[in-house]
């Protein structure tokens, strides 16, 4: 083993010295914090580019827990693990929370809070890094918990605002449901398989793939649990549109490129335990991302505000990795989703980013009907904005276009139904980001503001620009190939530009054709429709429907009944228990007997010399009676 | 007639109930001393009594013993109730309540 694996300790422990020290001593000077924070960041991914250009592979570890009976024993390391798919997520993590870094310095210049911004940053990195290298469930675990931790302190990072604590308070909560069946999932796994460690697990379902029994299932569905809240699937995606009140560069980062793929990851990471052949979970995972897909890529058509479309698109791409990885094989490896995870990294961030720096040139303006016209105003920010859009709508020559195909490839191949939702979903997504293109960058100008809007400075526009370099070509840099080959057994990559281009229509030529059509189809109904509008022609069309799409088919109106109808009575019964009887009958109770009896015995207690001599008179008697009567 | 065992022992009980009965009912600190003087007394002459009729001298001695530790009492006592007379210029009990709540 080659000593240059023990750059991961370095890579792991910048991002958490630079939150440390921050916390504890820069805290009140905001550039000075930025620059730690920044310059810990960029160390991190020299080393994480260092380990990737090395092909460094490998494992380090401490020693942690120890416990045995005699017959088990229950060994833990905090060990990190780098092969093909770790250097690569880690790459993806440190690069893009590099570039989220420095734009951020653009972003919260004004903040007075800058310093406790930028502690949360590097503190959300040095979690995902966590999660990223974790050798087993456990660390895995803790470093999930960390993330979640890291998420709620920057959703709520502005605390005045209600909504910005209510929408922390709502992400946490919801993330603890898929959290305890993951928590579940590891403790089934550890009770039947004895250990936690992936190696561990991985050698000993291959010696025996039928170790698990019936529960292979449970285990699988439990541990994509997890997957669903942090990844924010269908029935626990109620989080992330919320998650938007935060700082947008959070969002850009957090909140669509690296942590809410921490799912995606994880099932990528243990799919060798989801693809058992006694297990039923994968068809299930499946359906799960497709609904997610399809329901969140509905909702983004009817939404207003600029960022809650970015969000809904996040949750209907993660839908599509997810679904992708619920299509894979035991034979193939879930290299379409992990393919997806990344180029969604790069043109989600972009996307994010972009939108902050709309937000910023428009004085937080968030309503995409208050814009218009910004294609003249920003040019840099529209033009990389475009590019995302198009990678995110899968335009070739654009990142998306790969592996969107893949995906789509996958599921033709596997799947007719749900390559017919893929294909929908596909034409959505074209014609929600077309939309918000069409409304808030060309068109008229609609207010005042959109008339006087100026570019951002340089820090948040070379970020923009360093990100379009990856959405745009990172097509043709081997990436599918190195997914696979993280995944798996990979084929020859196709050579030369040309060949790359052609590769998926002569691969899976009705996939890639779909694809392409539905994508153009979808950008030419929403130009159609939304050229030069106003105001949002589709209400006065579609009528109800429109609404029912605008208010998110009232899930979360649904969630709040269904609280209100079990969770409230619940509590009330609960209140009720622990104020008239715990509280009442029994800790007053029992004081109130004592005081009782104390107050009577000290009745006795007269203070006069002579009564204590009657009742010691009075008991020698006693005692002498009881002596004679014996 | 001779005076028998319970003779002398009737007159001890009869004493010490007159002491009990000064101490529960005496209002002066020196007037309660006297009675508890009384029933120590009433202890010490059924002891004699009680060693007079068993012919041997064992409850005579421990009388010894009782008088000498009361007399070196009765000086501490003594000492006690005029110091607290000083204090308080009173010797009565009901006036000696501090320790109550």
């Known amino acids: ?630 | 007639m001779t005076a028998g065992l319970e003779h002398y022992l009737a007159v001890s009980v009869l004493l010490f109930c007159l002491g009990l009965a000064g101490v529960l009912t005496r209002r002066n600190l020196l007037v309660l001393y006297m009675s508890l003087e009384l029933m120590l007394n009433a202890a010490n002459l059924a002891l004699v009594a009680f060693s007079r009729f068993r012919h041997g001298i064992d409850g005579q001695v421990m009388v010894f013993f009782i008088i000498t530790v009361a007399a070196a009492e009765v000086a501490v006592g003594l000492a006690l109730l005029v110091a607290l007379y000083r204090r308080r210029r009173s010797a009565q009990v009901e006036d000696l309540a501090t320790l109550k709540l």
């Not at chain 1, 960029?42 to 020693?63: D, K």
């Not at chain 1, 940053?121 to 890094?129: E, K």
């Not at chain 1, 070739?396 to 017919?420: M, V």
């Open chain 1, 1 to 630: 083993m080659s000593p240059q694996i023990q750059l991961v300790w370095l890579i792991l422990l910048l991002p958490l010295a630079a939150a440390a020290g921050i916390t504890l001593a820069t805290l009140r000077h905001g550039r000075l914090s930025a620059a730690l924070s920044i310059g810990a960041v960029i160390a991190a991914f020299a080393a994480s580019l260092l380990l990737f250009v090395g092909h460094v592979q490998g494992r380090v570890a401490v020693p942690w827990i120890s416990l045995t009976d005699g017959t088990t024993a229950f060994l833990v390391d905090l060990g990190l693990r780098l092969d093909p798919l770790s250097a690569l997520m880690l790459l993806v993590v440190t690069g893009v929370a590099g570039v989220i870094h420095l734009y951020s310095y653009g972003y919260m210049a004004d903040d007075p809070g800058m310093g406790r911004y930028y502690a949360g940053l590097s503190f959300f990195t040095f979690a995902m890094t966590g999660i990223v290298l974790a050798d087993n469930f456990l660390v895995l675990f803790i470093f999930w918990e960390l993330v979640g931790a890291a998420s709620y302190l920057l959703i709520g990072f502005w605390h005045q605002r209600p909504a910005a604590a209510d929408a922390g308070k709502k992400a946490f909560l919801v993330n603890r449901i898929g959290d305890f069946g993951f928590l579940l999932g590891l403790l089934l796994l550890w009770a039947t398989l004895g250990s936690l460690d992936y190696a561990v697990l991985e050698s000993k379902l291959d010696a025996n793939p039928h170790a698990l029994g019936p529960l292979a299932t449970a285990v699988g569905l439990l541990v994509f649990c997890g997957a669903v809240g942090k990844s924010a699937q269908f029935p626990l995606h109620v989080w992330l549109p919320d998650a938007m009140e935060g700082p947008t560069p959070v969002s850009a980062l957090i909140h669509a490129a690296t942590m809410v793929a921490a799912g995606v990851y994880l099932l990528c990471r243990v799919f060798f335990l989801l693809a058992l052949p006694d297990s039923q979970a994968l068809p299930v995972i499946a359906w799960t991302g497709a609904i997610t897909a399809l329901i969140a890529a509905l909702m983004a058509i009817q939404q207003n505000d600029l960022k809650r479309i970015l969000a809904y698109s996040t949750l209907s791409q993660l839908g599509y990795m997810v679904m992708a990885v619920g299509l894979s094989g035991a034979q193939t490896g879930p290299d379409a989703g992990f393919h997806h995870l990344i180029t969604h990294a790069f043109f989600k961030a972009l996307l994010f980013l972009g939108a902050g720096s709309v937000i910023h040139a428009l004085h937080h303006e968030q309503d995409i009907w208050h814009m218009g016209a910004l294609g003249r105003r920003l040019p840099l920010t529209f033009v990389t904005f475009l590019a995302g859009t198009l990678a995110l709508c899968g335009l070739p020559p654009f990142s998306g276009f790969f592996s969107k195909d893949a995906i789509l490839a996958l599921a033709q191949h596997q799947s007719p139904p749900l390559f017919a939702l893929g294909v929908g979903v596909a034409f959505l997504t074209a014609f929600y980001m077309a939309r918000l293109v069409f409304v808030a960058f060309l068109g008229p100008a609609r207010t005042q503001q959109a008339r006087e809007a100026h570019e951002s400075p340089l820090i948040m526009t070379v970020p923009l620009a360093l990100l379009t370099v990856p959405t745009v070509l990172s097509g043709f840099w081997g990436l599918g190939q190195a997914c696979a080959h993280a995944l798996g057994p990979s084929g020859p990559a196709p050579t030369g530009i040309w060949a790359t281009l052609a590769e998926p229509f002569t691969h899976a030529p009705l996939a890639a054709a779909g694809g392409l059509l539905a994508a153009l189809g979808g950008m030419a109904v929403a130009g159609f429709l939304y050229h030069g509008q106003l105001t949002d022609p589709l209400p006065s069309r579609l009528g109800a429907l429109a609404r029912i799409l605008a208010n998110r088919f009232y899930i979360d109106e649904f969630y709040a009944w269904l609280i209100r109808v079990t969770q409230e009575p619940l509590a009330r019964c609960a209140d009720w228990i622990d104020r008239w009887i715990i509280a009442g009958l029994m800790v007053r109770g029992t004081h109130g007997t004592f005081e009782i009896a104390g107050r009577l015995l000290r009745l006795a207690q007269t203070g006069n010399l002579q009564t204590y001599a009657l009742w010691f008179a009075a008991g020698a008697l006693l005692l002498l009676a009881g002596l004679l009567a014996r």
